[in-house]
């Protein structure tokens, strides 16, 4: 017999976000794939609550004594395993309950073997998936779940990917939580959202899942139209939003747009996002930008080394990069860069080297994190076939030469070079010239010691 399926309407349903610390110490954002959900669930009940734990000070019993009858969690980090799971069996076996993300489509089988009160794991993108649950199809008809029959866990072919709703956008009055820019215990005194102007990527780093569904499909890259994009941003009450594009520059045409219609509406906040380092090849973009209130943007630069960044299949060299950021120094913009270690036959001195190189580029700031190998991408099968390298349970690669413990005393080798005190100084004169300083901010300062408030802004804890 198929599991129940129950879905019609609701009276109450609870959308929980089960992680109480963030993946690095620079965390604030909403959750907003489960708003997503939240959103589509909300023509289908009478009410929805969205509990984020990370800001919760309530307990996840005290949600559930108001016996909602659908839970859906989002499990999308491998960090807090065993929490998550444990908060997961809290919830009682007659309340029917749905668990998605990231996390949970690549470990299915062990939530639903661990966790029996789960019915039903939903993998990969997840909106259409919700949408036919709610309009009560058969299981068996529904592509892109797993669930249990009798003894057996029943996996659904994987979805196939199709269009996107350009003009969806998640109801922000859903929100609990007043999502602030922080980093550790410092407070930036700036309320903060996210935004998507498009889904997918159109280029294929060899490294990279997050453009994978379940089944390997490449999710092609999709923009929205600009007027939807700046209607939503002028609803939000943040003062900063965040462009959660893989690559939020690809299309310079509609980049333009976007910014045109910000600058026409007199929109006032602080952007950032995702970046190329080709948007160098676009001057008048950036500048545009820089008119339009981009304030921060970053840039997967990888690699120091040319070989890797072959391997990583970037699609530029080193020499290329120091060639884009000699144009981009011109514009009064925050750089941030992404950089990644141990890969195959890179040594210590050039992991380490990752900080001079940043520093003479002309990055502000950058983050740094251990290799990833998911399934499905091209990188996974070849350190598979590497003798003496290896994947933890959280796909972090490490090998004879370097464990993951060596390598996260490099990263903070690669930290502590970068931020030395010129870098340091011009981070805080970037944030006084371009009067980003408040009130907030100038009471943390007072309030945290130097060598706390260092670590805060340079140390990365998501491995």
Same mark, same amino acid.
């Given at each position: 017999? %198929? ?43 009478? @009410?929805? #609550?969205? +509990? $984020? ?18 839970? &859906? =969690? ?19 076996? $007659?309340?029917?309950?749905? =668990? ?6 690549? #470990? ?13 794991? +939903?993998?990969? %993108? ?5 949408? /036919? ?25 994987h979805r196939k990917l199709g269009p996107l709703d350009p003009n969806f956008v998640i109801d ?35 490294? &990279? ?10 999710? @092609?890259? =999709? ?8 209607? /939503? ?8 939003a965040i462009f959660l594009d893989e690559n939020f520059t690809f299309n310079i045409k509609g980049?333009?747009?976007? &910014? ?23 001057? %008048? ?32 060299? +080193?020499? %290329? ?12 913009i925050f750089y941030h860069g992404y950089f990644i270690i141990g890969s195959p036959q890179e ?24 290799? @990833? &190998? ?29 464990? +993951?413990? #060596? ?57």
């Amino acid at each position: 017999m %198929e599991t129940r399926n129950p879905f019609l309407h609701f009276k109450n349903v609870l959308c929980v976000y089960p992680y109480q610390k963030e993946l690095s110490s620079m965390g604030f954002m909403p959750p907003l794939g489960l708003e997503y959900i939240a959103t589509i669930l909300k023509r289908f009940s009478e @009410r929805v #609550d969205i +509990v $984020d734990l990370r800001y919760e000070k309530k307990e996840l019993d005290y949600y559930l004594a108001a016996r909602p009858d659908l839970v &859906c =969690v989002s499990v999308n980090w491998s960090h807090e395993k065993n929490k998550v799971r444990n908060l997961i069996r809290q919830i009682p076996s $007659d309340i029917f309950t749905i =668990v998605g993300g990231r996390t949970a489509t690549e #470990d299915a089988d062990n939530l639903l073997m661990e966790c029996q009160n789960i019915d039903i794991i +939903v993998k990969g %993108e997840g909106e259409e998936t919700i949408k /036919e649950l709610l309009e009560n199809r058969p299981l068996s008809e529904i592509s892109g779940i797993a669930y249990r029959m009798g003894d057996k866990i029943i996996h659904n072919p994987h979805r196939k990917l199709g269009p996107l709703d350009p003009n969806f956008v998640i109801d922000r009055g859903l929100r609990r939580y007043k999502y602030k820019l922080i980093s550790n215990k410092f407070d930036f005194g700036y309320k903060v959202d996210g935004i998507f102007s498009s889904r997918g990527c159109p280029y294929n780093c060899s490294f &990279c899942s997050f453009n994978f569904t379940a089944g390997g499909e490449k999710r @092609r890259w =999709v923009g929205r139209p600009p007027e939807s994009v700046v209607e /939503e941003i002028k609803s939000m009450e943040a003062d900063m939003a965040i462009f959660l594009d893989e690559n939020f520059t690809f299309n310079i045409k509609g980049v333009n747009e976007i &910014c045109d219609l910000l600058i026409k509406e007199k929109v006032n906040k602080i952007f950032a996002a995702n970046s190329r380092i080709d948007i160098a090849k676009h001057p %008048e973009t950036i500048e545009k930008m820089e008119r339009a209130g981009f304030k921060i943007l970053m840039f997967g630069i990888e690699s120091a080394q040319n070989r890797i960044l072959k391997q990583f299949n970037k699609g530029f060299t +080193v020499e %290329e990069v120091k060639e884009c950021f000699e144009v981009l120094k011109r514009y009064d913009i925050f750089y941030h860069g992404y950089f990644i270690i141990g890969s195959p036959q890179e040594r210590e001195d050039e992991m380490v080297g990752i900080a001079d190189f940043a520093n003479n580029i002309g990055l502000n700031s950058i983050g740094v994190s251990n290799l @990833r &190998c998911s399934i499905h991408t091209p990188l996974y099968e070849i350190i598979k076939k590497l003798e003496g390298f290896k994947l933890d349970r959280r796909g972090r690669v490490y090998s004879n030469a370097y464990s +993951v413990a #060596d390598l996260k005393l490099i990263r903070k080798s690669i930290y502590r070079k970068f931020y030395n005190l010129s870098s340091i100084w011009k981070i805080f004169s970037f944030i006084l010239f371009n009067r980003m300083l408040k009130l907030k901010m100038i009471y943390s300062i007072i309030k945290s010691s130097s060598s706390i408030m260092i670590e805060s802004m340079i140390y990365d804890n998501r491995d």
